[in-house]
């Protein structure tokens, strides 16, 4: 299991490596090498592992739980500065900071759904 960068910077695809192998043979090893990475997320066999949630601080101005539309209070500091302050419009939408799409993308696993799902031991 691992991130879609980990997956493009490490895994070899075997299908575009067998295809460009032949194409190679004898020359532009680096070219082969950087057509050949694992597509991750961009390939139809690409299987995602857990949930896909942002992560989410609900905010307290200090009294208790802010209302929705109100502004932002002082930012935690354990909320990291690039999360993203949402004001809320509804009491089932609390105002909070919300972790950004690509973070959350950037942080999820997944594998090459061609060879099974991988044993976690
Ligand atoms: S997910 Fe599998 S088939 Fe798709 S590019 Fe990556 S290694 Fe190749």
Not at 24 to 37: S, V
Not at 99 to 105: D, G, L, T, V
Request: with cysteine.
């Amino acid at each position: 299991m691992m991130t879609e960068a980990e997956a493009n910077e490490t895994l070899m695809c075997p299908f575009a490596f067998s295809a460009m192998a032949r194409l190679t043979l004898g020359g532009a090893k680096d070219l082969a090498l950087a057509l050949t990475r694992c597509q991750a997320s961009a390939c139809a066999a690409w299987r995602w592992h857990g949930p896909a949630e942002r992560g989410f601080v609900i905010a307290t101005d200090g009294a208790g739980y802010c209302d929705p539309g109100c502004s932002e209070p002082e930012r935690p500091s354990d909320v990291p500065p690039s999360w993203e302050w949402m004001s809320g419009r509804k009491w089932e939408d609390p105002p909070g900071w919300a972790e950004p799409s690509a973070e959350m993308k950037a942080r999820l696993r997944g594998y090459c759904g061609l060879a099974g799902k991988p044993e976690v031991p």
